[in-house]
Structures are given as C-alpha cells and as structure tokens.
C-alpha cells in the first residue's frame, strides 16, 4: 500500500529559504556536547547574528543551530516562527529587493 506523503508547512519553506540566506558555519562537536560546542564556536569566533551553525556530532548526526540576537535557537524552531526574529525580517526584507531588481533588469533587456 502506498504511503501517505507527509505535508510541508508553507510556513516551515518559507523560513527555511530564509534561512538559506543567512551565513553558514559547519562545525565538529568533538568531546563537547552539540550545544556548548556551538556556544563555544560563536565565543571564540566573534561570530554576530544571525548566523547558521551546522555542529556533526557523529559521521550520521548532525544538530543545527541559529545565532540571533536574543541567543542560540533550534533551526527548525526558527524555521516555524522565523517572523519573531526581527533579524531575519531584515534578511527577507534583503531577499525581496534583489528580486525587484533582477525582474526590473530582465525587464529592461
């Protein structure tokens, strides 16, 4: 019998897209666990918000993080409620301009 294909929030892709345009840090957890790793990344780097981290506990396993403002938060936590992180208003806000300019540019040729 055929399974049933699982819904994909509107919401969920719409934040993750946003979340592609954020920078992104790939990193090992090492002894650390995947969250103190990351902390510890973002101290020693200076890493400023936003920011991606993409932590490999193990050669299956892999946690992903976002760096805002107000701390570090599960990826797909932002990727639902990606409106309450004003950073990330401001990259989508980004994102929209640089569509508005490549449609009025193929407009032009």
């Given amino acids: 019998m055929a399974r049933k294909r699982k819904r994909k929030s509107r919401r969920r892709q719409e934040g993750r897209k946003i ?11 090492g002894e650390d666990k995947p969250v ?25 396993t892999t946690d992903r993080y976002f760096w805002a403002e107000k701390g570090l938060f599960g990826a797909q936590y932002v990727e639902e409620n990606h409106f309450l992180f004003p ?7 980004l994102e929209e301009e640089v569509k508005e300019v490549a449609v009025v540019g193929a407009a032009r040729s």
């Fill in 19 to 29: 979340l592609a345009l954020v920078p992104q840090y790939n990193i090992e957890s």
């Fill in 36 to 60: 103190t790793a990351a902390r510890k990344y973002i101290a020693t780097q200076g890493i400023a918000p936003p920011a991606l981290l993409v932590v490999r506990r193990n050669e299956h």
């Fill in 87 to 93: 950073s990330l208003q401001f990259v989508k806000s």
